[in-house]
């Protein structure tokens, strides 16, 4: 109850108070929209920019694990381009320690001074590249897995196919970079799990063969160095996966040893992150860039509480300034509001006393806005007002008139009417029948042109347009022949008055030929879809080309020119009445004759047609 009396008090009839609630409500739901919107945009961009910050970081990653895949590469290289090391290197790979030694000793007694020894580059390369863990040759002919560690300990492993798995496994298709194989690092007492390998196969060079494999240990926590630039602005974690979804590195060192837990991340999108859960309260933004080449991906999890610490002092201040913007847009246009509705209470008080009968009230307000206008426009009125009573008799006088005019009115087409009848009948007495038909044509063409009827049809239309023919049908005799050929289902097609006998004038006044015997014209009617179409043809003298185009640019201009009324008149009443498709098309060729199209919408129902 309490609630509608404030309604009828201070809402139903007050329209002040109601513009009141409907400004400040948009008001209000406009700056939260802005808020809300400026809020999630600048959101937005500070995740993208997170996002980004992690996509470098991976990329740097990726360019880390590409550099030491390459430095794998070269080292083989430049083993195949010294061809002693070459030698020394596969002699190593395929005979036991004592029978190196052996070789060796033979190559010092033999004074090969420039030979290089296989342990000793291996020895080199472990100290040049801090980061191998271990450098393993594997012979496939005689199945040897020689080992150099980074405690510069050499180990060689028989590893026959009838009692290890190894041979299998180097016998794999396998891409450049995966994790170590779990019997190669038994066989060379490796424990760490923070490792990942590259693995390089080594042919022969007179034949092009494998002869066996590089396999290189390298230790994942040494990838940490190329995120050194990254330790300050990258937030989450990063991994790097094999193709069997095994760790390779873990930026913060949980996951090694094991296969990744989330391993549906790695089908997430960058810039259309799922939201993949990692715990009950907690859900995740991913990154994923994938080594296709190198055989592993590296992905990028940033939990979303994490981001949203980095948004959340702009989520404050956008709440404040929202804040002071509502009340700013709630106090100003109550003072203004208060102020209108104090004035529109004085114009309504001067109402009643004039409505008492207080001819004498004025409103005093000089100022120059819309109420100051209204005040003025009320004292005005009421000066008025005695002068209005006074010429009301006149007024009066004047509606008897404007009745007699138009009683007149209605008179005189009907005195037309029976004074061409009289006509008729005298000419038909005299003889001059033909006189007689013209007449008669003429008589029942006006009286279907000033009759109001609606709705005017098609076949209004071509009856009004076979009386004006017909009249010169007369006129010409032999000379002139018209056709109207329109099917009879078309007879009740709405279409506008007048707009077809004023193209059938412009022949007669313009495009006749009176010296010849042979003119005609043709109306026929048809529909396309939606539109009814009208075509006028005649064989008459035709248009210049350059008239044509003057006609056509009269046609479009909107403006009264004074020229080509009739034409004119038709084409700018369909165009307005039924939109720019609609109205008029000419063709023309000198000495030939003029084709006119009409196009009217295709409808029966009935409709303001009569302009």
Not at 10 to 27: C, D, Q, S, T
Not at 65 to 86: G, H, K
Not at 424 to 443: E, F, H, K, P
Request: aromatic letters at 10%.
């Amino acid at each position: 109850m309490r609630i509608g009396y404030i309604y009828r008090n201070y809402f139903k009839n007050n329209l002040f108070m109601r513009m009141l609630l409907i400004f400040v409500g948009i008001a209000v739901v406009t700056i939260i929209t802005l808020s809300y919107l400026m809020f999630k945009s600048l959101s937005q961009a500070i995740i993208n920019r997170e996002l980004d910050s992690q996509k470098s970081a991976m990329e740097s990653v990726n360019r880390y694990m590409a550099s030491r895949y390459e430095a794998v590469q070269n080292m083989v290289r430049d083993m195949y381009r010294n061809e002693t090391l070459y030698a020394n290197i596969n002699y190593l790979m395929e005979h036991n320690y004592s029978e190196y030694v052996q070789h060796r000793m033979d190559q010092f007694y033999n004074e090969i001074s420039d030979s290089t020894d296989a342990l000793q580059y291996l020895q080199n390369l472990m100290d040049e590249n801090s980061d191998f863990t271990n450098l393993i040759l594997y012979s496939s002919e005689s199945q040897v897995l020689t080992s150099f560690n980074i405690n510069k300990q050499f180990k060689q492993v028989s590893v026959q196919l009838t009692h290890s798995y190894i041979p299998d496994v180097m016998a794999m298709e396998s891409k450049n970079i995966t994790a170590p194989n779990y019997w190669i690092r038994k066989a060379v007492n490796q424990t760490n799990p923070a490792l990942y390998a590259v693995r390089v196969p080594i042919n022969n060079r007179q034949t092009l063969k494998n002869a066996g494999q590089l396999v290189v240990f390298l230790d994942s926590e040494s990838i940490s160095s190329a995120l050194s630039g990254y330790r300050n602005s990258l937030k989450g974690e990063i991994v790097v996966l094999s193709t069997d979804d095994v760790v390779l590195y873990d930026s913060k060192g949980k996951y090694y040893g094991q296969k990744y837990p989330y391993v549906n991340m790695k089908d997430a999108l960058y810039d259309n992150p799922d939201n993949i859960p990692m715990n009950k309260d907690q859900s995740l933004y991913i990154n994923k860039l994938i080594a296709a080449d190198d055989g592993y991906v590296v992905i990028g999890s940033m939990p979303k509480s994490v981001v949203a610490d980095a948004y959340s002092g702009i989520r404050k201040t956008i709440i404040t300034i929202s804040v002071f913007c509502i009340l700013f847009a709630i106090c100003i246009p109550i003072i203004f509001v208060m102020s209108f509705a104090n004035r529109t209470n004085q114009i309504i008080k001067f109402t009643r006393k004039v409505k008492n009968g207080d001819l004498s009230a004025r409103i005093d307000d000089p100022r120059e806005d819309e109420l100051g206008q209204i005040s003025r426009s009320f004292n005005d009125m009421l000066n008025e007002l005695n002068l209005y009573i006074e010429r009301v008799y006149k007024a009066e006088i004047k509606q008897k008139e404007t009745e007699l005019v138009a009683l007149q009115a209605r008179v005189s087409p009907h005195f037309l009417y029976n004074t061409l009848e009289v006509i008729r009948m005298r000419a038909i007495s005299q003889g001059a029948r033909d006189v007689g038909d013209m007449i008669y044509s003429l008589s029942v063409l006006f009286k279907n042109l000033v009759k109001q009827k609606t709705p005017y049809t098609l076949k209004d239309e071509l009856e009004s347009c076979r009386l004006y023919l017909e009249l010169f049908r007369i006129r010409y005799k032999d000379k002139f022949n018209y056709s109207i050929t329109p099917e009879p289902y078309l007879d009740h097609k709405i279409v506008t008055k007048l707009s077809l006998q004023p193209i059938i004038e412009n022949y007669i006044v313009h495009g006749i030929r009176t010296d010849r015997d042979d003119n005609r014209l043709s109306i026929r009617i048809w529909t396309e879809g939606e539109v009814l179409i009208a075509e006028i043809s005649d064989n008459g003298k035709g248009i210049e080309a350059g008239r044509l185009d003057e006609i056509k640019e009269v046609l479009e201009n909107a403006e009264e020119t004074g020229e080509m009324f009739g034409l004119r008149s038709v084409h700018s009443r369909l165009r307005y009445l039924y939109g720019p498709e609609y109205g008029l098309s000419i063709t023309s060729r000198p000495g030939e004759g003029t084709t006119v199209q009409v196009k009217y919408p295709n409808r029966e129902e009935v409709g303001a047609e009569h302009v």
